[in-house]
């Protein structure tokens, strides 16, 4: 007599390798046929971009005491201002902890003093063209890692325009304005400055309301350049804080697993990256870095800091001395090297030992 049981039972082992299969197939369809929008949306060589994987996913990322560190400069170079020389319109040093995925930012003052070049450090992108002229970029990260005793990995050099690129490409940030204000001084960015002396052709105004607001590419590069506002956002600090804002916003827009599974956007990002920052930090190295956040990425977060300054501050590490001192400029002076680079030490890498980062 046949055993219907066992027959069920033989038939429904059969079958589960053939499920298995059917399913893993299946599986490999769609991952590949991801992977195929993804590269010809990112404009790369499929086979190249998995050796790129390979070996990314092998190598150990570039890292001091677990902590990657970043230089970024924002490069104001409006084709508006004719042959004038490029200067770095913000300086951000951001420190990637790589054991628990924190993100820490510290914005620089454009105006800080160099007394060793005697020259404010946005100057230094400049000089750089003529030290390191197909690197530029390497001379303001050897001032400034001598200047903070933190050890730079990477300088990434970006335009202001290429910024609201990418909010736009990611279809614009949320950014709460912490602050109102108005500026009625904004240059703009369609007149040429060696022609035009007309201030109300050359400036124009700005207003933002406090709160919530979902920036686009244009709005958030108005906010983040503002210099004249009022209600006291007319300062560096007060303007590297509007800057962190939208990096913020950006980067949680970038890490949101929306924008992740997104095949096409995630392409376009990609050959963004390639096309700005892959001559600073390799694609090997920031799929290097990526496996290397993989076990914390829930916990990824940012955290913005500031340069404590003097008076406001009365343990400030910095002031803004009378301006005859320094031929009438605005800048800010360092008033302590050893205290400087220890609130550095102490904000960018968590207090970390100074012997650990040399």
């Known amino acids: 007599m046949i055993d219907k049981k066992q027959i069920f039972i ?50 150990t990322p570039v890292a001091t005491a677990s902590h990657k560190n970043l230089l970024v400069l924002g490069l104001d170079s409006l084709t508006t201002r004719g042959n004038s020389a490029p200067l770095t319109d913000s300086m951000m040093l951001i420190s990637l902890n790589l ?11 454009r105006d800080l003093w160099s007394d060793e070049y005697q020259t404010k450090i946005n100057a230094l992108y400049t000089y750089g063209l003529d030290r390191y002229p197909k690197h530029p970029e390497k001379f303001p990260q050897e001032v400034v890692s001598a200047l903070t005793s933190i050890p730079i990995h990477h300088t990434v050099v970006i335009s202001m325009s290429t ?41 124009e105004t700005i207003e933002f309301q406090a709160g919530k607001q ?10 983040l350049r503002s210099r004249h506002g009022n209600n006291n956002q007319n ?22 697993a929306q924008t992740l599974l997104d095949t096409s956007l995630a392409g376009q990002l990609y050959k963004y990256y390639l096309e700005n920052f892959s001559q600073n930090l390799s694609p090997a190295e920031l799929i290097a870095t990526a496996r290397k956040l ?26 803004h001395p009378l301006q005859y001192l320094y031929d009438g400029q605005w800048v800010y002076v360092i008033r302590d090297n050893a205290e400087f680079k220890t609130e550095i030490q102490a904000k960018l890498i968590n207090r970390i030992n100074q012997s650990e980062m040399q």
């Open 10 to 59: 033989k038939a429904s082992l059969l079958a589960l390798p053939l499920s298995l299969t059917m399913l893993a197939i299946t599986v490999i369809a769609f991952v590949n046929y991801k992977l195929n929008i993804f590269v010809k949306t990112a404009g790369i060589n499929k086979k190249d971009f998995i050796q790129t994987l390979k070996t990314g996913w092998r190598q």
């Open 99 to 109: 054991e628990n995925g924190q993100i820490t930012t510290l914005p620089l003052p």
């Open 214 to 223: 979902l920036m686009d590419g244009a709005t958030s590069l108005k906010y």
């Open 294 to 319: 993989l076990p914390v990425r829930n916990n990824i977060s940012l955290k913005n800091e500031s340069l404590s300054v003097y008076p406001d501050d009365p343990e400030g590490i910095i002031e």
């Open 163 to 203: 910024v609201a690129q990418l909010v736009d490409l990611v279809g614009g940030v949320e950014v709460e304005v912490k602050q109102s204000f108005i500026d009625e001084e904004f240059p703009r960015t369609d007149v040429d400055v060696t022609t035009e002396t007309d201030p109300k052709k050359l400036y």
């Open 235 to 256: 300062t560096d600090n007060d303007r590297s804080k509007r800057q962190q804002a939208v990096i913020q916003a950006l980067a949680k827009k970038l890490i949101n």
